[in-house]
């Protein structure tokens, strides 16, 4: 027997970049696209003009404070990262005949305490329960966001054709390094790391995503060229990653997207005043276990460490690109072996009554 359709509720907030969005949107769509209904409600959704410019089936945007009370609740509401859906609707969810499962979707983190911390109740005075669910990296979280056959996808992909449909050419034995970065000092010593070292050596090809790392990136050596992108669309990200040799990326969204890419890449977390980053990469380091001189630089390039010499970037440099890729596809294989993220919330809801 099929299961029913639930109806849901996702809230989101924009912070200061557009991750939220891109996860709010990336598990919005993957609901629908397995038979569910989703109202999808941002403060500014402006960002999925490019981010998705087609929109979704069965997916609804709608703007902050979303619907109104007598619209319904539907089975789950979703607020991402704790970002409270508004009073009236939370009036709304409590004189429901049947109240909805509220679910606070948590940021993503390897740290140990996330395993403590998932699936935990949240009981509230006015009789409504919120559940505490976390994405993860072990058997004990919700997993990570995973379209189906998207690793098959990701198999068949054809480099040279994406690059050249966007009017880039490769040079002979030219390298492909994308930077997509928070606002980073180590930014600018890049384009030097990825520099042949001696005549002969291969060179590199720069991909420069839009704001941080085409403001902080502007001049190269030679041996290494520098292409800024435009936005892209969520699929079109996915491939820009697919075709890299060498990732950086950023957040949680594209943390994600480059594991499942399975090439080897280096994870800038969001940047905290009070330093809280830093075990969150550690954490990560932890779980994905690359060589040492990769941990090195990424604790570089998160401002742990000093940039280590020499960077594992150069064309023969990159002793540990072997291992560093084994590391990465080991973790994507383990976490392809368990549901994905929006498998495991639909269940979790279900489990609790909705439907």
């Excluded at 907030?13 to 038979?35: E, Q, T």
Aim: with cysteine; proline share 11%.
């Amino acid at each position: 027997m099929e299961p029913r359709p639930l109806w849901w509720t996702v809230f989101g907030r924009v912070i200061d970049n557009f991750g939220d969005v891109g996860v709010c949107w990336r598990l919005s769509a993957l609901l629908a696209a397995r038979g569910d209904r989703v109202r999808l409600v941002l403060d500014d959704p402006s960002a999925l003009a490019w981010m998705a410019p087609g929109g979704a089936p069965g997916v609804e945007v709608m703007r902050w404070p979303g619907p109104p009370p007598q619209a319904g609740c539907g089975d789950v509401v979703v607020e991402a990262f704790g970002c409270d859906p508004p009073p009236a609707f939370v009036e709304a969810m409590r004189g429901a005949a049947r109240a909805p499962v509220w679910i606070n979707l948590e940021h993503l983190s390897a740290e140990d305490w996330v395993e403590r911390a998932h699936a935990l109740p949240s009981p509230r005075p006015d009789g409504l329960r919120k559940w505490f669910f976390f994405p993860g990296f072990s058997a004990r979280t919700g997993g990570l966001l995973r379209e189906d056959g998207l690793l098959e996808a990701r198999a068949a992909f054809d480099r040279s054709a994406w690059l050249s449909a966007r009017g880039i050419r490769l040079q002979p034995r030219e390298r492909v390094v994308t930077l997509f970065c928070y606002d980073n000092p180590a930014a600018q010593a890049l384009p030097q790391a990825l520099a042949p070292a001696r005549p002969g050596d291969a060179p590199a090809l720069l991909l420069l995503t839009p704001g941080p790392a085409q403001r902080q990136v502007r001049q190269a050596p030679p041996g290494v060229r520098l292409h800024g992108l435009d936005w892209l669309a969520q699929p079109d990200f996915d491939r820009l990653l697919w075709g890299s040799d060498l990732a950086f990326v950023r957040g949680e969204d594209s943390l994600v997207r480059a594991l499942w890419a399975g090439v080897p890449f280096v994870w800038q977390a969001y940047p905290q005043h009070d330093g809280a980053h830093h075990a969150k990469v550690e954490a990560l380091l932890g779980r994905l276990a690359p060589p040492a001189p990769v941990a090195a630089l990424w604790r570089a390039w998160n401002g742990s460490a000093v940039w280590p010499r020499p960077a594992p970037l150069g064309a023969d440099d990159l002793a540990a690109a072997a291992p560093w890729c084994r590391a990465v596809q080991g973790l994507r294989a383990e976490l392809a072996g368990r549901p994905d993220l929006a498998a495991a919330l639909r269940a979790f809801a279900v489990d609790r009554g909705a439907g």
